[in-house]
């Protein structure tokens, strides 16, 4: 069953574009939505992330949008850049469940300069 | 302060055999966690130790089997592997394991049985 589900697969943006990624969850218990950006032949490396308390978070160019009626959280990356060309991983975790995060499937996103 | 790191970068194995994966966490982290990343299943949670202890496990088989040393390096290992067992295996180091911080992760050891 998959808990996370991340939208769409792949993307392709120009420069200077906004990059948006979308992720549904299921379960309810969820409490911490983090963001990880991995580059090829590198583990992945948290961008941004929020907790259901707060209805968006920005970070630099990085934006969480997160409706929680809805269960559904989003990733926006303004003014995207070909060095932003990665692919991303929306996850959840519980808070009881320690560092057990559940992922979404990913989405590559390639900046065209 | 160093990464984590994991070793073997690379290793290449025949089903049956048995393969043992090592992590050292950033130093000072106490919290241990593995994941397996395939490109059909996407990145799946392992387990996770802290303190020497397992404290989670995600919906593997049994061959699969984890430790963590009093210097919180931690080890996993796999028996009787499967074709299917071909993955990058990566492990990731948090301060407090308390959920809801910052996880580091390594590069990853990618694994190829044949």
């Known amino acids: 069953q998959q808990q996370v589900k991340q939208s769409p697969q792949s993307l392709i943006v120009q420069k200077g574009g906004i990059s948006i990624i979308n992720c549904a969850y299921e379960?309810?218990?969820?409490?911490?939505f983090p963001w990880y950006q991995q580059f090829p032949g590198k583990g992945p490396a948290l961008l941004i992330a929020i907790r259901p308390d707060v209805s968006e978070k920005k970070e630099g160019r990085f934006t969480i949008s997160f409706n929680k009626s809805a269960k559904q959280f989003s990733l926006h990356i303004m003014d995207s850049q070909p060095g932003d060309s990665a692919t991303y991983f929306c996850?959840?975790?519980?808070?009881?469940?320690?560092?057990?995060?559940?992922f979404g499937g990913g989405t590559r996103l390639m900046v065209k300069p | 302060k160093a990464g984590v790191t994991q070793t073997p970068r690379y290793l290449i194995k025949t089903r049956g055999q048995q393969v043992t994966l090592s992590c050292s966490p950033i130093?000072?982290?106490?919290?241990v966690s593995w994941y397996q990343q395939t490109p059909g299943q996407g990145l799946q949670f392992l387990f996770e130790y802290f303190s020497e202890t397992q404290r989670n496990k995600g919906n593997f088989p049994g061959r699969f089997s984890g430790r963590q040393f009093s210097n919180s390096r931690s080890e996993m290992n796999v028996s009787t592997l499967e074709l299917g067992d071909s993955a990058l295996y990566l492990c990731a180091s948090s301060a407090l394991g308390t959920g809801a911080e910052k996880l580091f992760f390594g590069s990853g050891t990618q694994l190829s049985v044949l």
């Open positions: 996850a959840a975790s519980k808070g009881n469940a320690g560092n057990m995060l559940t």
């Open positions: 379960n309810t218990a969820f409490d911490y």
């Open positions: 130093s000072g982290h106490r919290s």
